[in-house]
Structures are given as C-alpha cells and as structure tokens.
C-alpha cells in the first residue's frame, strides 16, 4: 500500500489507523474467546443445577 510509505501526515495517519484496526481486530478475538468461556462455563453449571435438583428430589422422597 502506497499509504504505509508516506512519511507525511497522510502517512502517519493511516499507519495509526491500521494499528487501531489490528487492535480493534485482536480486542474482538479475545472478547470472543472469552464468551465461549463463559458458554461453556454457563453449561457446566446448569448440568451441575440440574444433578443437585435431582438428588434433592430423591432424598426428598426417601425421607416421606
């Protein structure tokens, strides 16, 4: 890109804006992985929900 040889404000200007897309670029990557995280996480406790709602309701009834 012609841009990125410029030494005039031109230059720098689009230098600027192309480390702030790499970097808008890497923000959203790293946002992303973190909501599988989360996914996965949310996941986890509702089975983890679910098994202790299921052993509550079985000592309930071998308690009556």
Not at 6 to 12: A, P, T
Not at 31 to 54: G, P, R, Y
Request: no cysteine.
């Amino acid at each position: 890109d012609k841009f990125l040889k410029r030494k005039d404000e031109l230059g720098v200007m689009n230098n600027s804006l192309v480390k702030l897309v790499t970097e808008l670029r890497r923000m959203i990557m790293k946002s992303m992985e973190q909501v599988d995280m989360l996914q996965e996480s949310a996941h986890h406790m509702e089975e983890t929900a679910q098994k202790s709602k299921e052993s509550i309701e079985t000592i309930s009834i071998s308690i009556e």
